[in-house]
């Protein structure tokens, strides 16, 4: 495939913006809100890395689709019927129409709502109406996307050579497998727009220095921000997970895109004594996942570059993805997992089940709003990040370097 770059006279713009970022400090404005910068951060960051898509229980069917969508690009991921998930550049091959119109469906066949041409799940061209005897069609199917699952979760590649994924492959494999992801269902999904630039919502994401002001549900549960009580509480909670005979292993792979590999950041922490899960009071809300036959007290986490994470508690699991839609306009989606057989008002109450991470989500997405109002201000300038913020000070750094 492929990707247009943006003319040198706007990268060297960057690159200056670039050289003039003071280290540990949030961006200089142009960074969260130009449009070029944003051109910039989707061709260098979006384009080239792997990103996570959903989750293969959306799919499970032959002909079952569901759409990924960022800024101008759209990909189909499709189930097809010899049962393999593809993707799919979502643009015709005939005068570019976008083919799937809505978040998700099912289809026997993809049929392009502009003049009917059809394509085969495999991507194929099956038919275009009133084109001459001699058209030859195996020269116009979709284009494809590159496509991995990984325990269930389905990551595209609109990269022409995609990063290796071997390492992120075993830190996800190694860890969610334990949690039983491959076999999970999706429970809820939900889509958040954000009037903010995509890294400042990952940035928000990335800290908890803001949990005891922004999130009082959250902090009452998770012990992330008290650095002095975390260390004792960790080590109870890795003892209560060797207990059970569970094995949850972490990795810290965080690179650059210049190393060829995708990054990758997994890790535990423990709740708060006697809390179970992330859910009202700490109590249980679904079936155990996995190889959990009983709760350990604590969390999995991931981030996996640029801007997904994943949350596990042993009954149920958290997808997070920031998309960029445009300069100061962001889509947060969130995907509760659940064991593949559990069923809803049986097994689990949604309200239950989803009332942490929307609440938290709500307060995370005024929070971002105010951020993007401020750095707006021909005031702001950029401001130191403090020693709790250290995950975003990795991110930050990670990130210029994709860009520079
Ligand atoms: S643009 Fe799709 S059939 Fe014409
Ligand atoms: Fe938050």
Redesign the pocket.
């Known amino acids: 495939m492929t990707i247009h770059t943006i003319p040198d006279t706007a990268a060297d713009r960057i690159g200056d913006v670039v050289r003039r970022q003071p280290a540990a400090h949030s961006l200089q404005q142009a960074l969260y809100n130009s449009p070029e910068a944003f051109r910039h951060d989707m061709e260098r960051v979006f384009l080239r890395h792997w990103i996570l898509a959903g989750h293969q229980s959306s799919a499970p069917n032959p002909g079952d689709w569901f759409v990924h969508e960022m800024a101008e690009e759209s990909v189909i991921i499709v189930r097809g019927k010899d049962l393999r998930l593809r993707a799919f550049v979502n643009v015709?091959?005939?005068?570019?129409?976008r083919?799937c119109r809505s978040a998700s469906g099912h289809a026997s066949v993809l049929v392009?709502?502009?003049?009917?041409?059809s394509y085969d799940l495999d991507g194929s061209l099956r038919a275009?109406r009133l084109m001459p005897a001699d058209f030859d069609r195996s020269r116009y199917g979709l284009k494809p996307v590159h496509l991995e699952v990984i325990e269930g979760l389905v990551f595209i590649s609109l990269a022409a050579k995609p990063l290796s994924l071997d390492k992120a492959r075993s830190a996800i494999a190694g860890a969610y497998g334990t949690y039983g992801w491959a076999s999970a269902k999706v429970a809820h999904r939900e889509t958040y727009a954000v009037g903010a630039n995509w890294k400042l919502a990952v940035e928000n994401y990335l800290e908890c220095y803001h949990c005891t002001p922004a999130h009082p549900e959250y902090s009452k549960l998770h012990a992330l921000e008290r650095p002095l009580e975390i260390a004792d509480l960790n080590a109870a909670m890795e003892a209560r997970t060797l207990e059970l005979g569970v094995n949850v292993p972490t990795m810290d792979h965080r690179v650059a895109s210049s190393t060829g590999e995708a990054s990758v950041f997994t890790f535990r922490y423990a709740l708060y004594e006697g809390v179970k899960t992330g859910a009202p009071d700490g109590h249980p809300v679904a079936p155990l996942m996995g190889a959990f036959h009983d709760y350990d007290g604590g969390v999995t986490s991931t981030h996996f570059a640029p801007s997904s994470f994943f949350i596990a508690y042993p009954d149920h699991g958290v997808l997070y993805r920031f998309v960029p839609l445009a300069p100061k306009s962001s889509a947060l989606e969130i995907v509760w997992l659940v064991k593949g057989d559990a069923r809803e008002g049986r097994d689990y109450d949604l309200d239950k089940l989803t009332w942490l991470w929307r609440v938290t989500t709500e307060a995370d997405k005024r929070i971002t709003e105010d951020a993007q109002k401020g750095v707006d201000s021909r005031f702001y300038e950029p401001g130191p990040y403090s020693p709790a913020e250290p995950n975003v000070i990795a991110w930050m750094a990670w990130y210029l370097e994709e860009i520079a």
């Open positions: 015709c091959r005939h005068r570019g129409s083919i392009c709502p502009y003049h009917a041409w275009a």
